[in-house]
Nanobody
């Protein structure tokens, strides 16, 4: 079965950088990978999506130009490179995946993503 394991969270000062990793296992056909985040008391927010077969990338408005999603097919790992971090980026970050055969509700709809990692905390101090 599909498993996702995140790593790389931590604490950083505003303006700093972090890289999150999501190691994926299990067969998927036309895999799509995503990063979401959720701050306390807020809804889960879509951050970035990559279509692994053609490299198309999509970003939430709040992170465009600062974050980059990368898929390493040799390592079966998705990365989220975060630069110029802000205190409002503080959240638990989740890796998600889907492939053909699952219902699609839109790019950043959590219901579109059947597989989730356990989450990793990112804290940005001012």
């Amino acid at each position: 079965q599909v498993q996702l394991v995140e790593s790389g969270g931590g604490s950083v000062q505003a303006g700093g950088s972090l890289r999150l990793s999501c190691a994926a296992s299990g067969y998927m056909n036309r895999r799509r990978m995503a990063w979401f985040r959720q701050a306390p008391g807020q809804e889960r927010e879509g951050v970035a999506v990559i279509y692994t077969w053609d490299g198309d990338e999509y970003y939430g408005d709040s992170v465009k130009g600062r974050f980059a999603i990368v898929w390493d097919s040799a390592e079966n790992t998705a990365y989220l490179r975060m630069r110029r971090l802000k205190p409002e980026d503080t959240a638990t970050y989740y890796c998600a995946a889907t492939d053909d055969g699952h219902d699609w509700f839109g790019l950043f709809a959590p219901q579109s993503w059947p597989y989730w990692g356990q989450g990793t905390q990112v804290t940005v101090s001012s």
